[in-house]
T-cell receptor
């Protein structure tokens, strides 16, 4: 079973709409990371969250880590076709920053 | 330009053959990683290495082997023992202790028939 569950698995939104992707862990995490992957390519690191309640923004993408450090949400405001791709959360389970466990991924399509 | 290269982009092999996927980086990173990506399962770690001549198994190492003879190179061999080798393989590298900020290659899509 996956240790990091993402929801929804896929999402189709109209350009200009807001959307939210969730990442849930059954265990408390040392760190939670978000990545974006264009279809058939490698991942690009977006941001890292470490403290409970922490919120970070990158352009029109905002991510938050809950107080218990077991769930994170990624919110995109006024989506654009350039936001399309697969969003993956990742987590540090051991605290040593040596490796990342990835979530199941959310496929986002933005319709012009 | 610094980055990670993986070759080839697409690879086709017959069942029972071993195949080696190339991964080269010129970012001067000590840590390198190999992942497998299947639809609906995100990325799963196969092997990782933090220093030359040393590497550790990830979550799904069975049927795979790696070597790290040079800092810049971390080739992955998919052996005939791997039961379901058809997948998208991604290589990444990072600074030691900064695994969250990995730099990824473009990936190799392996199809075994």
């Amino acid at each position: 079973s996956q240790e990091l569950e993402q929801s929804p698995q896929s999402l189709i939104v109209q350009e200009g709409k807001n959307l939210t992707i969730n990442c849930t862990s059954s265990k408390t995490l040392y760190g939670l990371y978000w990545y974006k992957q264009k279809y058939g390519e490698g991942l690009i690191f977006l941001m890292m969250l470490q403290k409970g309640g922490e919120e970070k923004s990158h352009e029109k993408i905002t991510a938050k880590l809950d107080e218990k450090k077991q769930q994170s949400s990624l919110h995109i405001t006024a989506s654009q076709p350039s936001h399309a791709g697969i969003y993956l959360c990742g987590a540090d389970k051991t605290g040593g920053y040596q490796k990342v466990t990835f979530g199941t991924g959310t496929k986002l399509q933005v319709i012009p | 330009d610094g980055g990670i290269t993986q070759s080839p982009k697409y690879l086709f092999r017959k069942e029972g053959q071993n195949v080696t996927l190339s991964c080269e980086q010129n970012l001067n990173h000590d840590a390198m990683y190999w992942y497998r990506q299947d639809p609906g399962q995100g990325l799963r770690l196969i092997y990782y290495s933090q220093i030359v001549n040393d590497f550790q198994k990830g979550d799904i190492a069975e049927g795979y082997s790696v070597s790290r003879e040079k800092k810049e190179s971390f080739p992955l061999t998919v052996t005939s023992a791997q039961k379901n080798p058809t997948a998208f393989y991604l290589c990444a590298s990072s600074i030691i202790g900064s695994a969250y900020e990995q730099y990824f290659g473009p990936g190799t899509r392996l199809t075994v028939t």
